[in-house]
């Protein structure tokens, strides 16, 4: 059967709206990915999407953990929680970092006993760590560039390099331990610049600590990692060949190399099916209503800044239209220019591809609508 006619069979047996994740498609980014960058350890970013099935595949594929909070933690901890006491310790250290620079007291609190790797930039930060869960390995994320990714990050994270030898020295000086550095250059960076001086600035900052004294060794290299949304996009092999090689010139081999991609390992592992619930022509354009939305599966539209691509089934006459979302709030406007058949009706559905990062993981029960369904394919003959 064809692509089509699979989302049709599975669409008649579960309704629309329908999230359909294809678990052959994860294991093959998550490969996709070790196989171009060798060298690093693959830290899925959980917040990209947090469905357990999900967390459950890669977990199955070995792959480690970004987590963003207790609750994502405890979402990976599930599946070792029955492994001895030293096997679990060892799990927690070397395969799941807390991103977040900044943890609430309760937070730290609870993960102490884990003796967990944390990111900070700052130092209030430390203060909370010593006081709260100095068992921690620390990593310091730095400020680089995030010219032209899709989500920018440095406003908000990130310590500047300036500062960053003194944030170091601090954490030593108050009884804690630095292991290395971080950064993350922006979500769906295109621009590969970022990458390249952002290892810079993370090299010169590693050497020159290491140069004092502190024992720093792994570099983080966080996300941002692009989905080819759509032709224009550089492809991801481009960006490992001038990652590694970059590697090889900054980072001698006793550097661990870290990285937190999530869209890159979920946005492709995704289809979404809607359909049609109203149609109006409003001042000339056709306006399709649709049973999903900003408010639910594409929040990613407000979030993330996605342009979500629609698909119909059907063929037809094509003409710039609308579709929006089914709430009565008049921000639910998924796109206001669509390449759509105009002749479509209600009960006709579209689908959307590469919806897997920030959607359902930002969904809301907004007016009273549940949101998609959603379900899993595992099998390597499922669609995708
Ligand atoms: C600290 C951190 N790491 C990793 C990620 C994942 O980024 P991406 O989805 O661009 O790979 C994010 C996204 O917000 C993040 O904040």
Not at 356 to 376: C, E, P, R, V
């Amino acid at each position: 059967m064809d692509k089509l006619g699979e989302l049709l069979k599975m669409v008649e047996e579960h309704g629309t709206p329908l999230f359909i994740v294809d678990h052959e498609k994860l294991r093959r980014n998550y490969r996709t990915f070790k196989k171009h960058l060798p060298r690093v350890q693959c830290y899925y970013a959980v917040k990209a999407n947090s469905q357990q099935q999900i967390i459950e595949t890669l977990f199955e594929e070995d792959s480690s953990f970004d987590v963003a909070s207790y609750n994502e933690f405890m979402q990976v901890y599930q599946y070792i929680k029955h492994f001895e006491k030293q096997k679990k310790k060892d799990y927690v250290w070397d395969k799941i970092i807390f991103s977040n620079t900044i943890k609430d007291r309760t937070t730290l609190g609870k993960i102490k006993q884990y003796k967990p790797l944390v990111t900070y930039d700052n130092s209030a930060e430390l203060i909370k760590l010593k006081r709260y869960c100095d068992t921690a390995g620390l990593v310091l994320r730095l400020k680089v560039p995030d010219t032209g990714s899709q989500v920018e990050m440095a406003s908000k994270f990130g310590a500047e390099p300036g500062d960053a030898q003194q944030l170091i020295q601090q954490a030593f000086d108050m009884g804690l331990k630095v292991e290395g550095v971080s950064f993350h250059v922006g979500s769906q960076c295109t621009n590969f610049d970022n990458y390249t001086v952002a290892l810079d600035i993370a090299g010169t900052i590693l050497h020159d600590a290491r140069r004092k004294g502190f024992p720093l060794n792994l570099v983080d290299i966080g996300g941002g990692f692009p989905v080819p949304y759509d032709p224009g996009v550089p492809q991801f092999e481009q960006l490992g060949k001038i990652l590694n090689s970059e590697f090889a010139r900054l980072f001698p081999d006793d550097i661990e190399i870290l990285a937190e991609p999530g869209r890159f390992i979920v946005a492709t592992a995704a289809t979404l099916v809607s359909e049609i619930i109203g149609k109006a022509r409003r001042d000339g354009k056709v306006f399709y209503h649709i049973n999903d939305g900003v408010y639910h599966t594409f929040s990613g539209v407000v979030y993330d800044h996605w342009i979500p691509n629609f698909h119909a089934f059907k063929g037809g006459e094509s003409e710039i239209c609308a579709v929006v979302g089914p709430t009565c709030d008049s921000f639910d406007k998924i796109s206001l220019s669509v390449e759509l058949p105009w002749n479509l009706d209600v009960g006709d559905f579209l689908y959307t591809e590469n919806i897997g990062a920030y959607s359902t993981a930002s969904s809301t029960k907004f007016n009273g609508f549940d949101g998609a369904k959603i379900i899993h394919t595992k099998d390597a003959a499922s669609h995708g």
